[in-house]
T-cell receptor, first 114, second 114 residues
Framework: AQSVTQLDSHVSVSEGTPVLLRCNYSSSYSPSLFWYVQHPNKGLQLLLKYTSAATLVKGINGFEAEFKKSETSFHLTKPSAHMSDAAEYFC????????????FGTGTRLKVLA | DGGITQSPKYLFRKEGQNVTLSCEQNLNHDAMYWYRQDPGQGLRLIYYSQIVNDFQKGDIAEGYSVSREKKESFPLTVTSAQKNPTAFYLCASIIAVGGNQPQHFGDGTRLSIL
């Protein structure tokens, strides 16, 4: 069975400092992993995805994530936070067995301080 | 631009009333999903549909019903049997079920009880 754990429900950073949002996953199959961002009262927007190509994945808005199989992790990072990065972030895992399931983490709310 | 349109953006339900949330996509995607989002709980799957005239229950289908008469449309009915319907509802789609495609999301419908 697949599962995903986002280790922090809230993260606060100062503008211009690095961002680290942590995600651990569990999957019986070779997983596909995604990070999404959600602004208030909006849908989810894809930031990046890992589907077994390069383990370091670059996404939009300067975000990137590294797939580490030995640690079952897929942490999201950004070198320098911007005020517009304040939002909720979701880590998502799906398997490749042909099922429909996408398993969502409970989200991390990022606060960016001026 | 292609995308997913959810309507209405806000919806209020009276006791004993059924309400229907609309989801339309012009992405020519095969599969469509309905999720419920509650604070601190991530997204939970209500129903999904891989093809027209076929749909499957997700993890929290009780009190909800769907139809898929057209590829573009996947309306969700929240019935009076759903005793706690207050939530943010998100519709999503993917080009084909397989696990390695990212989902595209609409901007959601917020349902409240009068």
């Amino acid at each position: 069975a697949q599962s995903v754990t986002q280790l922090d429900s809230h993260v606060s950073v100062s503008e211009g400092t690095p961002v680290l949002l942590r995600c651990n996953y569990s999957s019986s199959y070779s997983p596909s992993l995604f990070w999404y961002v959600q602004h208030p009262n909006k849908g989810l927007q894809l930031l990046l995805k890992y589907t077994s190509a390069a383990t370091l994945v670059k996404g939009i808005n300067g975000f990137e994530a590294e797939f580490k199989k030995s640690e079952t992790s897929f942490h999201l990072t950004k070198p320098s936070a911007h005020m517009s990065d304040a939002a909720e972030y979701f880590c998502v895992v799906s398997d490749r067995s042909g099922t429909y399931k996408y398993i969502f983490g409970t989200g991390t709310r990022l606060k960016v301080l001026a | 631009d292609g995308g997913i349109t959810q309507s209405p953006k806000y919806l209020f339900r009276k006791e004993g009333q059924n309400v229907t949330l609309s989801c339309e996509q012009n992405l020519n995607h095969d599969a469509m999903y309905w999720y419920r989002q509650d604070p601190g709980q991530g997204l939970r799957l209500i129903y999904y549909s891989q093809i027209v005239n076929d749909f499957q229950k997700g993890d929290i289908a009780e009190g909800y019903s769907v139809s898929r008469e057209k590829k573009e449309s996947f309306p969700l009915t929240v019935t009076s049997a759903q005793k706690n319907p207050t939530a943010f509802y998100l519709c999503a789609s993917i080009i084909a079920v397989g696990g390695n495609q990212p989902q595209h999301f609409g901007d959601g419908t917020r349902l409240s009880i009068l």
